[in-house]
T-cell receptor, first 111, second 118 residues
Framework: EDKVVQSPLSLVVHEGDTVTLNCSYE??????LLWYKQEKKAPTFLFML????IEKKSGRLSSILDKKELFSILNITATQTGDSAVYLC???????????FGTGTRLQVFP | GAGVSQSPSNKVTEKGKDVELRCDPI?????LYWYRQSLGQGLEFLIY????????KSGLPSDRFSAERTGGSVSTLTIQRTQQEDSAVYLC????????????????FGPGTRLTVL
């Protein structure tokens, strides 16, 4: 059964800290892994990863994929209160266009 | 507007009533998805439309749930005889569909409809 597991479920840090969010997956014929940030209702796209070892970076956020060990990490450096959100990981297989989501990691950044 | 829109933004209904949720995808997007997010849960796939193909209904939790997409654009998710466990945020997303490299996997989400069944 295809599944996505994220950890930790919840994380509380202070501004300036660095955090690492984890996503492990099992999917038939893996095609891509995506990270989303969800602050209110609609998730917003962060990264799409398809190849192992290639880091995607956007400002203080970065992500990398390990297709051998079937996981991805999302790093956020120098966290800010605006980073507080639920971070969702999703994977997709070649045989389908639908995404399988994890339950998310809730990040709270305090001043 | 250029984004996915959904209506209503909030819906409160009584147990046993039927509800209809609407999604207007981004113009030109051939793929449309419905997801459900219950409190503390990840996004749960419900149904997927791609062009004129038969929809993938594998995620619908019961036969009380149905969806249609008229003219390859607007979609309506209908929940009959609502139950309290149907309370959730229902999210719609659209994407350009297959065949467009690098971008076709990205799903653009609407703001969602918060459904509360009393």
């Amino acid at each position: 059964e295809d599944k996505v597991v994220q950890s930790p479920l919840s994380l509380v840090v202070h501004e300036g800290d660095t955090v690492t969010l984890n996503c492990s997956y099992e999917v038939t014929n893996f095609r891509s892994l995506l990270w989303y940030k969800q602050e209110k209702k609609a998730p917003t796209f962060l990264f799409m990863l398809t190849s192992s070892g290639i880091e995607k970076k956007s400002g203080r956020l970065s992500s990398i994929l390990d297709k051998k060990e079937l996981f991805s990490i999302l790093n956020i450096t120098a966290t800010q209160t605006g980073d507080s959100a639920v971070y969702l990981c999703a994977v997709e297989g070649y045989n389908t266009d639908k995404l399988i989501f994890g339950t998310g990691t809730r990040l709270q950044v305090f001043p | 507007g250029a984004g996915v829109s959904q209506s209503p933004s909030n819906k409160v209904t009584e147990k046993g009533k039927d509800v209809e949720l609407r999604c207007d995808p981004i113009s030109g997007h051939t793929a449309l998805y419905w997801y459900r997010q219950s409190l503390g849960q990840g996004l749960e796939f419900l149904i997927y439309f791609q062009g004129n193909s038969a929809p993938d209904k594998s995620g619908l939790p019961s036969d009380r749930f149905s969806a249609e997409r008229t003219g390859g654009s607007v979609s309506t998710l209908t929940i009959q005889r609502t139950q309290q466990e149907d309370s959730a945020v229902y999210l719609c997303a659209s994407s350009p569909g297959t065949g467009i490299p690098l971008t076709y996997n990205e799903q653009f989400f609407g703001p969602g409809t918060r459904l509360t069944v009393l």
